[in-house]
C-alpha cells in the first residue's frame, strides 16, 4: 500500500513557542490530506481538510489561527501550531487518500508535548 | 447525523478465540465502511474495508459482515493471536477522494494466552 511518513515523530516545546509537523505522500500524489488529533484512550478527531492549491478546511471548533496549514505540494501538508500551550499537548496524525481512491492511508503519528 | 457507534469499549478473547466488534451508522448516505488497526504510538492502518453492495468480505482471519437494513457492520477476528491486540477503530464515509471518515470510539482487544 501507499506510504504517508511524519515528521517530527516526536517533539517537545516550550510553551509560547510554535511548532511545524510535516506529513508526506511517499510514492503516490494527494490533493487532499487531513490532520486528526487524538488524545489518549480516544478516537481520532479530524481537525482539518488540507487542499493542495486553495485553502484549508477546518472543522468546527478548531481554531484556525492557531493551527496553521499549509498544503505546499502534491505530496507535502504541513500543520503549524502556534503559540503552542500545554493543552495542545496531543498526538496528530495525518492522512492521505490516493486520488481516485477512498482508502485513506495514515502517517505515523507525531507525539507533541508542550512545557 | 454523522455518528458511528461502536462497542464494545473493550474486549478481551483468549488465544484462538474469535473477536467480534460491532458497529451501527445512522448516516444512510455513507457507502464506504473501512476498519483500522492501531498500536499504541503509531498511526492507524486500513485492516478490510467493505461497501454496501455486499454483505460480507473476508481477508485472512479478519471478516466485515454488513447488514444495510440495520445499518451495522461488524469485524469478526478468527483464531485471535496476541499479536492482534491492538485498539480497533470503525469508519464510514461517501464515496470520494476528498470524503472525510467518521470513525468510531474505538475498542481495545486484548488476546490472552
Known amino acids: 500500500g501507499a506510504v504517508v511518513s511524519q515528521h517530527p515523530s516526536w517533539v517537545i516545546c516550550k510553551s509560547g513557542t510554535s511548532v511545524k509537523i510535516e506529513c508526506r505522500s511517499l510514492d503516490f500524489q494527494a490533493t487532499t490530506m487531513f490532520w486528526y488529533r487524538q488524545f489518549p484512550k480516544q478516537s481520532l478527531m479530524l481537525m482539518a481538510t488540507s487542499n493542495e492549491g486553495s485553502k484549508a478546511t477546518y472543522e468546527q471548533g478548531v481554531e484556525k489561527d492557531k493551527f496553521l496549514i499549509n498544503h505546499a505540494s502534491l505530496t507535502l501538508s504541513t500543520l503549524t501550531v502556534t503559540s503552542a500551550h500545554p493543552e495542545d499537548s496531543s498526538f496528530y496524525i495525518c492522512?492521505?487518500?490516493?486520488?481516485?481512491?477512498?482508502?485513506?492511508?495514515f502517517g505515523p503519528g507525531t507525539r507533541l508535548t508542550v512545557l | 447525523q454523522q455518528q458511528v457507534k461502536q462497542s464494545p469499549q473493550s474486549l478481551i478473547v483468549q488465544k484462538g478465540g474469535i473477536s467480534i466488534i460491532n458497529c451501527a451508522y445512522e448516516n444512510t448516505a455513507f457507502d464506504y465502511f473501512p476498519w483500522y488497526q492501531q498500536f499504541p504510538g503509531k498511526g492507524p492502518a486500513l485492516l478490510i474495508a467493505?461497501?454496501?453492495?455486499?454483505s460480507e468480505k473476508k481477508e485472512g482471519r479478519f471478516t466485515i459482515s454488513f447488514n444495510k437494513s440495520a445499518k451495522q457492520f461488524s469485524l469478526h477476528i478468527m483464531d485471535s493471536q496476541p499479536g492482534d491486540s491492538a485498539t480497533y477503530f470503525c469508519?464510514?464515509?461517501?464515496?470520494?477522494?476528498?470524503?472525510?471518515?467518521?470513525f468510531g470510539t474505538g475498542t481495545r482487544l486484548q488476546v490472552t494466552l
Open positions: 467493505i461497501r454496501p453492495d455486499v
Open positions: 492522512s492521505a487518500p490516493e486520488a481516485g481512491y477512498n482508502e485513506q492511508f
Open positions: 469508519a464510514a464515509s461517501y464515496t470520494g477522494t476528498a470524503s472525510k471518515l467518521t
